[in-house]
């Protein structure tokens, strides 16, 4: 958990799982098609646990669960507020651990001073 993914992806500040791939590939020594499909079975193993109703905890990182929502009356905006029954379902909820929200939290430390740079403060110069 400390090393932290320094990728980003190519749409406005996202991660893709391409990038994710890239990073395993880079932190493992291993080829991308070897990277690609250890992110893919970890994705599976989650959506697997999911599936079958398990809470996954990932120390450090956070846990996922499953939320019920229950069956209610909708309205269709495109069809001038005509109802629509919504059935019930399971929706993916994560909630995040407390070293995951620290490490992002945490304040960006100061790049070092440089010989012959002027600390505010610090006297005539």
């Given at each position: 958990m400390e090393r932290l993914l320094?990728?980003?992806g190519r749409a406005e500040g996202t991660t893709t799982k391409a990038d994710l791939v890239e990073q395993v590939?880079?932190?493992t020594d291993v080829?991308?098609?070897q990277a690609e499909v250890i992110v893919d079975s970890v994705f599976d193993g989650i959506i697997a646990s999911l599936r079958s109703g398990e809470?996954?905890?990932l120390r450090g990182f956070g846990s996922f669960r499953l939320r019920q929502r229950g069956a209610r009356?909708?309205?269709n905006p495109k069809r001038s507020?005509?109802?629509v029954m919504v059935p019930p379902k399971r929706v993916p909820y994560f909630k995040p651990g407390k070293k995951l929200k620290e490490l992002i939290n945490q304040a960006t430390p100061a790049p070092p001073a440089v010989a012959g740079d002027r600390?505010?403060?610090a006297g005539p110069g």
């Open positions: 320094s990728v980003v590939a880079h932190a080829t991308k098609k809470k996954i905890e009356i909708a309205r507020g005509v109802k600390v505010p403060g």
